[in-house]
């Protein structure tokens, strides 16, 4: 069993359990084929009664509009007037695979397919989160409608980020980060007389951005009940924090969860970092469940899952701290060793597949993910 990111000695046996169960066994091919089939007729249009096919077993767990990047690109190609991201065709396509709920781009929606939408998934139990940029300058009409929107179709809340890319690799100094984080917090504040006017939880995902506790401290400043966090389960690790202490800090501001696990594998200038599916990476996922669960029961979990070759985190070269000039030596020794001792066998390369080796690679990585969820994680 791979080593915890701190010592084990308060992590309880059913935690510890969690670890050792290997959720290669919870997916089996012939499970994996039949969801895709059903995914892709219900895309297409085709009833999941022409295939034959009961409904697999439901998870609460939603996904992410990014776990399907590359089904949505393989769908357009094989049914060029459909589009996977579309909200209701994407929200049966979570039903198809069990989801609980999705986390997608609404727009503006006309009334007719708000009540749709809103209709489909009360009737199915599921859950909805929208994607909204944040307003920048002379953006507040566009902000209001997509927000009106998300509220009209029930959303549970509208998940956003305020700084672009990632800090390390976006900006070329400290200086101009900050300039990019002063605007970002200028969108924020612009967003909270809306957000509260219509009652959206608004969640900003630490997103390989600010540190935990810039992020933190501005939750705190911003201090409203429906300004809060989209928590991300693996950002936070590329920049050298504490996966774990991330988590339980950003717990009391959760509104969202994304949830994700990662594979690490150390190389010259510092280490890899891949999505993986769930339960097959280097987290602890149980106990993160279990920390957000004890302060906020009611957040909701979505998959976060891009299947795509892993990022670099080039935290042993010089250009890694041009942003980041003030993270202790002692934050990077930690996070070398847990690499050190976590480190992956190999990583899933999916750059140098076909679309069609891609198509099936994505499909298993969200099978498995939601096994895990639902057998493991209770979700």
Known sequence: ???????????????????????????????????????????????????????????????????????????????????????????????????????????????????????????????????????????????????????DVGARAARTTIIPGRRYERFDSFEQFQEFQKRGHRMLERAVPIVEKHRIPFAVENHKDERIDERVALLSLISSEFVGACVDTGNSFALLNDPYEAVDALAPFAMSVHLKDQAVLPYADGFLLGDIPLGQGCFDLARMVKSQRRVRPDVRYSLELITRDALRVPCLTDSYYRTLPAIPARDLARTLRFVGRNAADKLQHVSDLSLEEQVKLEDANVAASLDFAREILGL
Not at 14 to 33: C, F, G, N, W, Y
Request: aromatic share 6%.
């Open 1 to 151: 069993m791979k080593q915890p990111f701190h010592n084990s000695a308060d992590t309880d046996q059913s935690e510890m359990d969690t670890k050792s169960v290997s959720p290669r066994r919870l997916i089996h091919r012939r499970t994996a084929i039949t969801r895709v089939a059903v995914s892709v007729a219900t895309a297409t249009g085709l009833g999941k009664s022409a295939l034959g096919n009961d409904d697999p077993k439901p998870t609460g767990l939603g996904l992410v509009i990014y776990d399907c990047n590359i089904r949505r690109k393989w769908l357009q190609q094989q049914q060029p007037g459909v589009d996977l991201f579309e909200p209701l065709t994407f929200l049966r396509h979570c039903r198809a695979l069990g989801a609980g709920g999705m986390q997608a781009r609404l727009g503006v929606m006309t009334p007719s397919k708000i009540a749709a939408l809103r209709d489909f998934a009360e009737q199915h139990g599921m859950y909805i989160e929208a994607i909204i940029s944040s307003p920048s300058d002379g953006e507040i009409e566009r902000f209001e409608s997509e927000i009106k929107t998300a509220r």
